[in-house]
């Protein structure tokens, strides 16, 4: 299989009421796969300018319809939770039924529209449950007798460098431990619950229950703000009877990831234990941003580059979505607001490295036993 580049979208949210009450200030623009940012300290300066394979303007030019759904107005840029899942939901999904690993990842500071991107609020659903329903709904229309299909779910939390079961009350001292498996090299949570799932219906109360359980700590940035990393895969194995009654089972994993928000621990204000928190976090985050690095300059050409996966428990996690067998897109959420200027550019740097990625997808298919 050839070696194929890491996607990546940009989507920028329009401005919140604190950002509204401070007069804030547009600097973001989006021209086509262009997004520019302006330096609102240097205004007369050039904006720095970004090309991605899809840029998602969400700031303006939408109504609120009476059931609360977001829509673009007649001919306006505005992109909408439906057309950010068209383009990539629906390949997340297409891949998942031709048996590949996919991985889409959300990236940001804390209150730049990731979790909007990945679960939505309301009837503005996002990608993650957009996708499930339309994976049963293809489920549900299978007419080949010689086809069957098994989907199960978890979901976990990576926070202060320790993995939780957002399925299960239990809360084990220490986490979850994180094992590698000695054969394949991959690594795995073990001990994580695998529910299976029958159901749209059932996916969006296991979504409810996993999001319940949460560990949800305030920062001065956004009172109701996650500072853990959430992980939802999705189990999809299909088993194919061929005509000599022989089946084979195609599987594919999918790993939809809302990242912790990228913010540095000072510019939130945090002390003592959120401050610990933070350096975590950050430790987490930053092994990530190291681990594109070092993949972007292998597939630059330069050799010797080590990968440092083993650094957090995140890349452990990640490691086959980062360069390893899976189609991976990453979704970097952008603030609108001159206020966030520093974080919005670094948001955009770090995304601008994630394209350089090559991943090597191969379909997973092996002969039931
Ligand atoms: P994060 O998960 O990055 O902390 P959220 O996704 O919770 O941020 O978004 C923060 C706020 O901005 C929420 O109130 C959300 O409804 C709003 N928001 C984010 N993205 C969009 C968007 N594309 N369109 C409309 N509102 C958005
Ligand atoms: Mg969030």
Redesign the pocket.
């Known amino acids: 299989s050839e070696a194929e580049s890491v996607r990546v979208a940009v989507?920028v949210?329009?401005f919140?009421q604190r950002e509204k009450d401070h007069g804030a200030k547009l600097i973001i623009d989006m021209q086509g796969q262009l997004t520019t940012i302006k330096n609102p300290e240097t205004p007369s300066e050039e904006p720095k300018k970004f090309s991605f394979d899809f840029s998602y303007w969400?700031h303006d030019g939408f109504t609120e319809r009476a059931d609360g759904v977001?829509e673009p107005t007649a001919g306006s840029k505005y992109a909408s939770q439906p057309i950010v899942f068209k383009d990539l939901g629906q390949g997340v999904l297409d891949n998942a039924f031709e048996g590949y690993n996919c991985s889409l990842f959300a990236y940001?500071q804390?209150?730049?529209?990731?979790?909007?991107?990945m679960v939505g609020?309301g009837n503005n659903k996002g990608i993650v449950p957009m996708t499930c329903d339309k994976l049963f709904q293809a489920v549900n229309n299978n007419s080949d007798p010689n086809k069957r299909f098994e989907v199960s779910f978890s979901m976990l939390e990576i926070y202060n460098e320790q993995v939780r079961d957002l399925l299960s009350k239990d809360k084990p001292k220490g986490g979850l431990p994180v094992r590698q498996n000695p054969k394949m090299g991959f690594f795995y949570v073990q001990g994580l619950k695998r529910a299976p799932v029958g159901s749209y219906e059932d996916i969006e109360a296991q979504i409810d229950k996993g999001t319940a359980n949460r560990t949800v700590a305030s920062t001065n940035m956004?009172a109701t703000?996650s500072r853990a990393h959430t992980v939802v895969t999705i189990t999809f194995d299909q088993i194919i009877k061929d005509p000599t009654g022989q089946e084979k089972k195609k599987s594919s994993e999918m790993n939809l990831v809302?990242l912790a928000?990228s913010e540095r621990a000072e510019s939130t204000g945090a002390t003592g234990d959120r401050l610990k928190e933070g350096a975590n976090i950050n430790k987490s985050l930053s092994a990530l941003g190291n681990v594109i690095s070092a993949l972007a300059d292998l597939s630059m050409g330069k050799k010797k580059v080590m990968v440092p996966y083993r650094d957090s428990v995140l890349t452990k996690l990640l490691q086959n979505a980062l360069g390893g067998n899976s189609k991976t897109i990453m979704i970097a959420?952008l603030s609108p607001a001159d206020i966030n200027y520093d974080e919005t550019l670094s948001t955009l740097r770090y995304a601008d490295r994630a394209k350089k990625i090559k991943n090597k997808a191969v379909i997973n298919e092996n002969p039931m036993d």
Do not use: E, I, V
Request: glycine share 20%.
């Open positions: 989507r949210r329009p919140n969400s977001l940001g804390t209150g730049s529209g990731k979790s909007y991107s609020y956004n703000s809302d928000g959420a």
